[in-house]
T-cell receptor
Framework: NAGVTQTPKFQVLKTGQSMTLQCAQD?????MYWYRQDPGMGLRLIYY???????DKGEVPNGYNVSRLNKREFSLRLESAAPSQTSVYFC??????????????FGSGTQLSVL | QKEVEQNSGPLSVPEGAIASLNCTYS??????FFWYRQYSGKSPELIMS????GDKEDGRFTAQLNKASQYVSLLIRDSQPSDSATYLC?????????????FGTGTSLTVIP
């Protein structure tokens, strides 16, 4: 009964370093999302994947790349980390795109600090 | 104008009182609306979803939707200290290849014993 699993839970990077945040869901959801949450800014969408094989930019995509590896997995990559990317990152997945009663479920989050 | 607006609070209510949380949204074609609860240091947890005008009740929680006024609210009856959290309003919208979920900045609720 795992739901949405994110790794790592915590990460500290130096400016310019790269890293990949991993996300997997076991609910057979088609759609997956990456959000960042900053104080006073709420949850902002970075990228999303409406279905396997597709990815699209959200509100704040600059500095990030994503890969929808298969239906279960959706990774977020920071190629050259910057202090402005210090944030809490959440992966989420949702039931069938456009379906009635679609809902969004979140992973436990990754606390990322870029020094 | 933000997609989803909430009063950031903080909102404080005494234990046993009714807490009222409000949200407005800008996209008239939105069809799905949600309330999430987020405890400090935790991920958002879905507590209510509403898709049609009117009220929807689930235990101590009632969601209210008025699409004409583009307004969503959440009432928490018999508030408990365990209800102290940040409540996020979310609206589903379509901005391209698929549906996206837009969030307000959240309202911080404190229930005072």
């Amino acid at each position: 009964n795992a739901g949405v699993t994110q790794t790592p839970k915590f990460q500290v990077l130096k400016t310019g370093q790269s890293m990949t945040l991993q996300c997997a869901q076991d609910m057979n959801h088609n759609s997956m999302y990456w959000y960042r949450q900053d104080p006073g800014m709420g949850l902002r969408l970075i990228y999303y994947s409406a279905s396997e094989g597709t990815t699209d930019k959200g509100e704040v995509p600059n500095g990030y790349n994503v890969s929808r590896l298969n239906k279960r997995e959706f990774s977020l990559r920071l190629e050259s980390a910057a202090p402005s990317q210090t944030s809490v990152y959440f992966c989420a997945s949702s039931t069938l795109q456009g379906a009635t009663n679609e809902k969004l479920f979140f992973g436990s989050g990754t606390q990322l600090s870029v020094l | 104008q933000k997609e989803v607006e909430q009063n950031s609070g903080p909102l404080s209510v005494p234990e046993g009182a009714i807490a009222s949380l409000n949200c407005t949204y800008s996209d008239r074609v939105s069809q799905s609306f949600f309330w999430y609860r987020q405890y400090s240091g935790k991920s958002p947890e879905l507590i209510m979803s509403i898709y049609s005008n009117g009220d929807k009740e689930d235990g101590r929680f009632t969601a209210q939707l008025n699409k004409a006024s583009q307004y969503v609210s959440l009432l928490i009856r018999d508030s408990q200290p365990s209800d102290s959290a940040t409540y996020l309003c979310a609206v589903e919208g379509n901005r391209g290849a698929g549906n996206q979920f837009y969030f307000g900045t959240g309202t911080s609720l404190t229930v005072i014993p």
